[in-house]
């Protein structure tokens, strides 16, 4: 168990919809990371934020977005889904700041199927 | 920008063989390197990380990973390989600036045979 919670595990739901997927990080976790995995894409990055600010940004689509929030727990909103957005999506935490780097850990994924 | 090849997506090893998996990065600077395994269903683990310093690092579950400037890789390896040690290991690279973004390989997938 990494300490990084994810909800929920499973998320099944039609084209065009909105989702939102919740993440803690680990206890003094200041940042927290998202990540996609998908059968043609594999793992890649979609965004970080550092304590409440968006930190940096990856290969994350303008339908995708994610905010932290003063407890330090993240929401991803993916909205106007496709069938090609299913896939199982990471959280990751990580003490790093900007003058550290320091490893990341990952919570179990919620995996989106969309019918 | 940075880059991870992991040039075997499938292996196979029998119990008890050695095992090596391979993998080749790209980054100007002195990278941070990791290895992750996910077992069926999971999440990623982090097996072992090199920041700096001594280039043989020594992981959980027996693995170890060397650093090799000159070859630009850090690959894998555990002497003796446990049935439990099938799944799907993945190559990670980490850069400061511009976030702390990790950069994976396309993984390899490990069948062990009994």
Known sequence: DSGVTQTPKHLITA????????????????????????LDQGLQFLIQYYNGEERAKGN???RFSAQQFPDLH???NLSSLELGDSALYFCASSIAGALSYNEQFFGPGTRLTVL | AQSVTQPDI????????????????????????FWYVQSPGQ????????????????????????FKRSQ?????????????????YFCAVG????????????????????
Request: with cysteine; net charge neutral; charged share 20%.
């Open chain 1, 60 to 62: 994350i689509l303008e």
């Open chain 2, 95 to 114: 850069a400061m600036g511009g976030g702390n973004k990790l950069t994976f390989g396309t993984g390899t997938q490990l069948k062990v045979e009994l």
């Open chain 1, 15 to 38: 084209t065009g919809q909105r989702v939102t997927l919740r993440c803690s990080p680990r206890s003094g976790d200041l940042s927290v990371y998202w990540y996609q995995q998908s």
């Open chain 1, 74 to 76: 993240s929401e991803l």
């Open chain 2, 43 to 66: 999440g990623l683990q982090l097996l072992l990380k090199y920041f700096s310093g001594d280039t043989l690092v020594q992981g959980i579950k027996g693995f170890e990973a060397e």
């Open chain 2, 10 to 33: 499938h292996i196979t090893v029998s119990e008890g063989a050695s095992l090596e998996l391979r993998c080749n990065y790209s980054y100007g600077a002195t990278p941070y390197l």
């Open chain 2, 72 to 88: 630009s890789s850090f690959n894998l390896r555990k002497p003796s390989v446990h049935w439990s040690d099938a799944a799907e």
